[in-house]
C-alpha cells in the first residue's frame, strides 16, 4: 500500500480516540457554563459559507467522489488512494442476496404498511441490521480485543486465535465473522472481498489473524466455517484503522442501496399489508380456547364497577364529567 498502514490497536482501541472521558450534562451544571455543550469538529456553517473537516464545501463537491467524501467526513482527514479503494470494495460488497438478510423482510413489511414514502421501510431496514442480520461490529469488536491481548502477552496469532475461539465458544456459543445459514461451504462475497484486498496490499495482520481464527475454529468444531462478509468487511477496516462504532455503521450503509430496491419494489409491485400466514409457518403454541373463571363472570359488565366519583391526580371528576377542584 501506498501510505503506511495505521495501527488497529491503537485507533480502534476506544469509542472515543484518545480514550477521553466523555463529558455529561452534570459537569456543564456544576460549572454554570455550558459553551461547548454542543461543540462538533465535522462541520462548519455560516452564511454563504460551509466547510468540512476545515475544506471548503465547493472544493469537496467538485474534486472528491463520494468514497473519498464519506473517508473525510467520518475519519476527518483525506484517504489515499489505497485507503479510498479498499472502502469502495467494502461498501460495494453487501450487494443483496434476496430475502436471506431479515432486514430486508424487516424494510419490506414497513414498506407495505407505510407507502406512501420509502424512508420508514429504509429505516426499519437499517434498524434490523445487528449481530445475526450482517453487522461487522461485533467481529470488529472482537478483533480489536484480541489483538490488544495477542500484543499485550506477546502471543503468536494462532495461539490467540485458540484463545478467541474458546472464550467466546464457552461464553456465546459461536464466533462472530464466521458462518452463514444459506453459504455453508464458501460465501461467495466474503471469498472475493477477502481476495481483492489481499491484491491490494490491506490484508493485514487483523486480517491474517481472523483467518488464524477460522483454522482454531475449524479444529474446535470439527469442521470448516465459511468466513462470511461481515467478518472480511470487519478485518479489512480495523486494519485500516476504522473504529468499531464506525465500521458497525458502513455495515447498515453498504446495505442501504439493497433496502432502497426492495423498498421500492414493495411499494410498486408488492402486497399491501404484508401478514404472515399459516401456509408460510405462522403457528400458534399457546393455551387452547378456555372459559373464563366463574368468579370474573359473575361480576357482569366491565368487571369494576365505577364509583361516584374518580380521582385524576389532585382533582375530581364528578358525575357530570366536569374536573372540580378539591376541598
Request: net charge positive; with cysteine.
Amino acid at each position: 500500500m501506498s501510505k503506511k498502514r495505521p495501527n488497529p490497536a491503537r485507533t480502534a482501541s476506544s469509542p472515543l480516540r484518545g480514550g477521553q472521558r466523555r463529558k455529561s450534562v452534570g459537569d456543564f451544571v456544576r460549572r454554570g457554563d455550558f459553551s461547548g455543550y454542543w461543540e462538533t469538529r465535522i462541520s462548519q456553517a455560516s452564511a454563504g459559507a460551509i466547510l468540512v473537516r476545515g475544506y471548503p464545501v465547493e472544493d469537496l463537491i467538485e474534486h472528491l467522489s463520494y468514497i473519498e467524501s464519506l473517508w473525510l467526513i467520518v475519519r476527518g482527514e483525506l484517504p489515499n488512494e489505497d485507503q479510498a479503494a479498499l472502502l469502495d470494495l467494502v461498501l460495494r460488497s453487501g450487494m443483496d442476496q434476496q430475502f436471506v438478510n431479515s432486514a430486508v423482510c424487516a424494510a419490506r413489511f414497513t414498506a407495505s404498511a407505510f407507502p406512501e414514502s420509502p424512508i420508514p421501510g429504509i429505516a426499519s431496514g437499517m434498524l434490523a441490521t445487528g449481530s445475526v442480520t450482517g453487522s461487522p461490529q461485533e467481529c470488529a469488536e472482537m478483533l480489536v480485543e484480541a489483538l490488544h491481548r495477542k500484543r499485550r502477552e506477546h502471543r503468536s496469532a494462532s495461539v490467540a486465535a485458540r484463545a478467541v475461539v474458546a472464550s467466546r465458544l464457552r461464553t456465546k456459543g459461536y464466533v462472530p465473522g464466521f458462518g452463514h445459514p444459506l453459504h455453508h461451504v464458501r460465501e461467495p462475497r466474503a471469498e472475493t472481498l477477502r481476495r481483492l484486498v489481499q491484491e491490494r496490499g490491506g490484508w493485514g495482520p487483523v486480517g491474517n489473524l481472523l483467518d488464524a481464527i477460522g483454522v482454531a475454529l475449524a479444529t474446535a468444531k470439527k469442521h470448516p466455517l465459511p468466513m462470511n462478509l461481515a467478518g472480511a468487511m470487519a478485518a479489512c477496516m480495523v486494519d485500516l484503522g476504522w473504529h468499531p462504532l464506525e465500521i458497525g455503521a458502513l455495515g447498515a450503509i453498504g446495505y442501504a442501496p439493497a433496502l432502497l430496491a426492495h423498498v421500492v419494489e414493495e411499494i410498486r409491485q408488492g402486497v399491501p399489508l404484508r401478514i404472515i400466514p399459516d401456509g408460510l409457518g405462522a403457528r400458534y403454541s399457546g393455551r387452547a380456547r378456555r372459559p373464563l373463571p366463574v368468579d370474573v363472570l359473575a361480576r357482569g359488565g366491565a368487571g369494576l364497577q365505577p364509583t361516584k366519583t374518580h380521582r385524576r391526580g389532585n382533582r375530581k371528576l364528578a358525575d357530570d364529567g366536569h374536573e372540580r377542584s378539591p376541598a
